[in-house]
């Protein structure tokens, strides 16, 4: 970090979860938690008393989760969803509301790392070939059509009583 940038708040270890118990019975949304950690972040809400639904590309991954979650004495429930496709967003947040009547937090947190090489030119025939914008296409397209949904979804059933309704976004700061 520069000298002259402003430290950003950060909350210490043991701070972390002091408002666990808020999620306890509500209805999390998060996407890519087959593995890592979107995985991590899934376990722990359940373990909470959160009530899990998991958008992955890799059903049978995801249902490992679920069983794990369930084996724990959580509650989830999984659903196949590519965050690139639009629909099936849509089908993800509409399994959820059919499964457990509202949503209250969303974690768009499907992500893969740089696979393209964009910055390498492949050439056919001696001419460029279009690049593909993968990662972009996941990491930012998908990441804001579940943020788009979260708007519309996290309000269906809304009860005067609801306290938390959440978008929780995850980022890595740069080291530079
Ligand atoms: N793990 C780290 O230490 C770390 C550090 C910095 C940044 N990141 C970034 O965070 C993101 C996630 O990292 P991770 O380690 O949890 O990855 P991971 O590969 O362990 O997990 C990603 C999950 O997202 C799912 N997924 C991938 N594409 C999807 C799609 N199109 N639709 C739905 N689900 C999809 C995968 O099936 C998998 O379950 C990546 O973008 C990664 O580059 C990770």
């Not at 998060?30 to 639904?53: D, E, H, M, N, P």
């Not at 930012?140 to 949904?149: D, E, I, S, Y």
Request: charged share 20%; proline share 6%.
């Amino acid at each position: 970090m520069h000298p002259t940038e402003p430290e950003m708040s950060r909350i210490p270890d043991d701070k972390l979860t002091e408002y666990s118990h808020r999620v306890k019975g509500k209805v999390l949304v998060i996407t890519g938690a087959a593995a890592g950690i979107g995985r991590q972040t899934a376990l722990l809400f359940a373990s909470y008393g959160a009530k899990v639904v998991i958008g992955d590309l890799n059903p049978d991954a995801a249902q490992a989760v679920v069983d794990e979650i369930e084996k724990a004495g959580g509650t989830a429930a999984s659903i196949k969803c590519n965050v690139v496709k639009f629909e099936e967003q849509v089908d993800m947040f509409e399994f959820a509301i059919k499964k457990y009547g509202s949503v209250d937090i969303v974690v768009p947190n499907a992500g893969i790392t740089e696979t393209a090489k964009f910055m390498t030119p492949v050439l056919e025939n001696g001419r460029p070939k279009q690049p593909k914008t993968t990662t972009l296409d996941v990491n930012l397209t998908g990441v804001l059509w579940t943020a788009h949904l979260a708007v519309h979804y996290l309000f269906i059933n809304k009860q005067p009583s609801d306290d938390l309704k959440s978008l929780i976004f995850i980022g890595t700061p740069s080291s530079d």
